[in-house]
């Protein structure tokens, strides 16, 4: 059971697709959150094609937070995914709403661990890194933090801030238990060998480009909720990578630990 969270530093590398395509194909019941601080829910607008109304989950939980029943709403403001076992906690509905969700981070980090420890995964959206009203609480708390990025020169210019501030963090403890690049794009134009090279960073794994494939999820199609079979295929294999990582982590921590 983990909290895994996906975020970019730089332009549009994919998360909110990857991170919806995660969800859809986990293999055990899970909790996709949108925490990504610019607002106007991407989910509910592209994959959903705008024709699910917005349920103001982030308002209620707010509420619910300085109220004390956090645990009790939760559960009911998630919304229905396309597949049994799969949710969608919507983010919120503007940046200026985000900025109050500064005081909903942490408690909903408790909250998002319980459900974890009921066999529920977590997902979590946490947009770019560094805007202002971002998730941090949700990011230190991860198993597992992705940095999704393209791989070509702007692109790993700006991660690589990043992946050198979290590869830090995460082994004195002050961050995510671990941090690894989800790259989008392989060969457009480095491999993946040469992006952990500049990084100085660990590829997870790949998603090969396939704008097809991705549109079915960042922007929704009538009548098919399903990307192609090789969109498909590269999300089988990012569960398979993160699922190894994650137990890697945990037994890192509890060997630390003890
Ligand atoms: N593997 C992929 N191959 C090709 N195109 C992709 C891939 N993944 C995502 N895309 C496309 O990239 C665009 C941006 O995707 P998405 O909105 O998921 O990015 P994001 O990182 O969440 O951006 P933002 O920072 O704006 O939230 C979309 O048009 C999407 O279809
Ligand atoms: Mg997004």
């Known amino acids: ?128 890194l560094g805007m202002q009203h971002s998730p941090t609480s949700l990011v230190l708390a991860a198993d597992l933090l992705l940095l999704v990025c393209h791989s070509d020169l702007p692109a790993l210019a700006a991660a690589r801030q990043w992946a050198e501030r979290w590869s830090t963090a995460s082994t004195d403890g002050l961050g995510p238990s671990a941090v690894a690049v989800l790259l989008v794009g392989e060969g457009r134009p480095y491999r993946a060998q040469e992006v952990a090279k500049v990084l100085g960073a660990s590829v997870l794994e790949t998603m090969r480009w396939d704008p097809d494939g991705a549109a079915m999820f960042s922007r929704g199609e009538p009548g098919s909720r399903r990307a192609g079979p090789t969109f498909w295929r590269d999300l089988g294999a990012v569960v398979a990578a993160i699922d190894t990582r994650v137990a890697q982590a945990r037994c890192t921590n509890a060997g630390v630990a003890s």
């Not at 705008?50 to 709403?73: I, K, W």
């Not at 403001?77 to 969700?101: E, F, I, K, N, T």
């Open 1 to 128: 059971m983990a909290l895994v969270v996906l975020a970019s530093a730089s332009g549009a590398p994919g998360v909110t697709t990857t991170a919806l395509g995660l969800a859809l194909r986990w293999p055990r019941p899970v909790v996709l959150v949108d925490a990504d601080p610019v607002g106007g829910s991407a989910v509910l607008a592209g994959f959903f094609r705008g024709q699910v109304p917005h349920n103001d989950a982030m308002v209620q939980l707010v509420l619910a937070g300085r109220a004390g029943e956090l645990a009790e709403v939760l559960p009911t403001v998630l919304m229905p995914l396309p597949d049994p076992d799969a949710v969608l906690l919507p983010g919120p509905r503007s940046h200026a709403q985000a900025a109050s969700m500064n005081e909903l981070w942490p408690g909903l980090v408790d909250e998002l661990r319980s459900l974890d420890r009921n066999g529920q995964d977590v997902l979590v959206d946490a947009g770019r």
